[in-house]
């Protein structure tokens, strides 16, 4: 009895080797059968378009009236103040001319109330026919045209209250001085440019794309980025805008990408490099350098059903993949690996 238990616990302990055995052999097989064949991809070679920044909007202000420059708040670099005020003009004259327009209000305001109080008493005389109806009708006109010269001037004021905040040049909030135009004391005429200002929060770099590069770049908007060589840095973009036209003689394209996030520095002349991803000429494939049969300076390959192809090799990438070419060959096709 005690054989019998011997050999049977040996015969389970062999079928459990022989079982895990043989599962080793199919996964090992599987494996093997999935690397002993490659397939031809389309090959793309990497193209790289240099740019430069600027700002993301400029623009020059110019005075919209005649007037000497009494203060300058700001110099080439500043940021613009929570006011926005670059420069103001001398505002003493229509200071003058707003406390002016102010008394002429308040003296017809003085005969608006002189002329109610007449109106209001010779409507009761008129009531007991104590006074001509003629002397009323003086008075209403009187009156009524004292309330027309006060609208009147009151206009007159706002419009030179408005004439004054112009003599203040403002920009937007959080912007940068380019280029300042003047110096206090400068008489300025209306239209002159007293300053270049620009965005530089976040920046704009032109590229002159070729139809092939533009295709390029739309593939990859989704995952976009570019390096900044100087910084040695890596940042995310996107695409800003594209000209619906081209230009004549490079028959390219202008796009704007934009940066946002991760700058070093904001400021325009920045280079930024974006590199795209172009596809080969017709019949440039990638394949598995170990699929290459080379003999006798010629390079093979063994299809599927066991025929050969003589393809030209045009080097390697630094992935372990061969750049071949053949008209011979189209997308998806597999070939056997020599060496797995």
């Given at each position: 009895?005690?054989?019998?238990?011997?050999?049977?616990?040996?015969?389970?302990?062999?079928?459990?080797?022989?079982?895990?055995?043989?599962?080793?052999?199919?996964?090992?097989?599987t494996v093997y059968a999935e690397k002993i064949w490659t397939t031809a991809t389309p090959a793309y070679r990497k193209t790289t378009i240099t740019g430069f920044s600027r700002a993301r909007h400029s623009m020059v202000l110019s005075t919209e009236i005649a007037e000497k420059?009494?203060?300058?708040?700001?110099?080439?670099?500043?940021?613009?103040?929570?006011?926005?005020?670059?420069?103001?003009?001398?505002?003493?004259?229509?200071?003058?001319?707003?406390?002016?327009?102010?008394?002429?209000?308040?003296?017809?305001?003085?005969?608006?109330?002189?002329?109610?109080?007449?109106?209001?008493?010779?409507?009761?005389?008129?009531?007991?026919?104590?006074?001509?109806?003629?002397?009323?009708?003086?008075?209403?006109?009187?009156?009524?045209?004292?309330?027309?010269?006060?609208?009147?001037?009151?206009?007159?004021?706002?419009?030179?209250?408005?004439?004054?905040?112009?003599?203040?040049?403002?920009?937007?909030?959080?912007?940068?001085?380019?280029?300042?135009?003047?110096?206090?004391?400068?008489?300025?005429?209306?239209?002159?440019?007293?300053?270049?200002?620009?965005?530089?929060?976040?920046?704009?770099?032109?590229?002159?794309?070729?139809?092939?590069?533009?295709?390029?770049?739309?593939?990859?908007?989704?995952?976009?980025?570019?390096?900044?060589?100087?910084?040695?840095?890596?940042?995310?973009?996107?695409?800003?805008?594209?000209?619906?036209?081209?230009?004549?003689?490079?028959?390219?394209?202008?796009?704007?990408?934009?940066?946002?996030?991760?700058?070093?520095?904001?400021?325009?002349?920045?280079?930024?490099?974006?590199?795209l991803e172009l596809p080969e000429p017709a019949g440039t494939f990638l394949i598995s350098a170990d699929a290459l049969d080379k003999k006798f300076e010629e390079v093979w390959l063994e299809r599927k059903d066991g025929s050969r192809i003589s393809v030209d090799l045009l080097?390697?990438?630094?992935?372990?993949?061969?750049?071949?070419?053949?008209?011979?060959?189209?997308?998806?096709?597999?070939?056997?690996?020599?060496?797995?």
């Amino acid at each position: 009895m005690e054989i019998i238990r011997f050999f049977s616990g040996y015969w389970e302990s062999l079928k459990k080797i022989l079982l895990i055995t043989l599962i080793f052999l199919i996964s090992h097989k599987t494996v093997y059968a999935e690397k002993i064949w490659t397939t031809a991809t389309p090959a793309y070679r990497k193209t790289t378009i240099t740019g430069f920044s600027r700002a993301r909007h400029s623009m020059v202000l110019s005075t919209e009236i005649a007037e000497k420059i009494s203060h300058v708040f700001v110099d080439i670099g500043d940021i613009i103040p929570n006011n926005g005020n670059i420069a103001c003009l001398d505002d003493t004259f229509v200071k003058i001319d707003i406390r002016l327009m102010a008394n002429e209000i308040a003296q017809h305001q003085v005969d608006i109330d002189y002329f109610q109080k007449q109106v209001h008493r010779y409507k009761k005389l008129v009531e007991t026919n104590s006074a001509a109806i003629s002397k009323l009708d003086d008075f209403e006109r009187e009156f009524a045209i004292s309330k027309h010269l006060v609208q009147i001037k009151k206009l007159k004021k706002r419009r030179l209250q408005e004439k004054q905040k112009r003599h203040c040049i403002k920009a937007p909030q959080g912007w940068k001085i380019i280029e300042r135009l003047v110096e206090p004391g400068q008489w300025l005429n209306a239209g002159d440019p007293v300053a270049k200002v620009g965005d530089f929060r976040s920046l704009l770099v032109p590229l002159a794309l070729s139809v092939s590069e533009m295709k390029a770049l739309e593939h990859q908007q989704h995952e976009l980025t570019v390096k900044l060589p100087e910084y040695n840095l890596i940042v995310p973009s996107k695409i800003e805008r594209v000209s619906p036209s081209f230009d004549e003689k490079s028959r390219k394209i202008q796009v704007d990408l934009i940066l946002e996030k991760k700058l070093p520095v904001h400021r325009g002349g920045l280079r930024v490099e974006a590199t795209l991803e172009l596809p080969e000429p017709a019949g440039t494939f990638l394949i598995s350098a170990d699929a290459l049969d080379k003999k006798f300076e010629e390079v093979w390959l063994e299809r599927k059903d066991g025929s050969r192809i003589s393809v030209d090799l045009l080097g390697y990438t630094d992935k372990g993949l061969a750049r071949i070419f053949s008209y011979e060959i189209k997308t998806g096709d597999q070939f056997k690996i020599l060496q797995p």
